[in-house]
């Protein structure tokens, strides 16, 4: 089993982590964890693109009017690489075989309203993984 750990810093000065595991012969997976949006956002967009072909999903992706679509096109790009590197997989007849979105930690910060009372403002994160597997065909 071979791990690498890429880390990058978005625009919003918030930290994600790229995990790309091999998990056996034929699948390749990408964690991507600490995307400050909530897993509600991130599942409508995962759910469209479940199941379809590697090229497919880069196209829906580009063109999806949703903010989640630049993390996940990301992990796309990350599990796409590793199946090709350290699998040998031909980028064309990937598909995502299997993705889904998990809510992470929440920052908590309070701004104040009406006569001095503080109200709690959540900022969710969540973690998403992206499986991708080769086509038999």
Do not use: W
């Not at 479940?50 to 063109?63: A, D, P, Q």
């Amino acid at each position: 089993v071979r791990t690498v750990m890429v880390m990058t810093l978005t625009n919003s000065c918030c930290v994600c982590f790229h995990v790309c595991i091999q998990v056996d012969e034929k699948e390749a997976v990408c964690y991507l964890r600490g995307v400050r949006m909530s897993a509600s956002k991130v599942r409508r967009v995962l759910d469209v693109i479940r199941g379809k072909s590697y090229e497919e999903c880069l196209i829906m992706l580009e063109f999806m009017p949703y903010r989640s679509c630049e993390p996940i096109l990301n992990a796309l790009f990350s599990a796409a690489s590793n199946a090709k590197n350290n699998l040998g997989m031909n980028k064309a007849k990937l598909y995502v075989s299997e993705c889904y979105a998990d809510g992470g930690a929440t920052m908590k910060r309070f701004q104040p309203r009406a006569q001095g009372r503080p109200f709690a403002i959540r900022k969710r994160t969540c973690s998403l993984v992206l499986k991708m597997k080769e086509r038999e065909d």
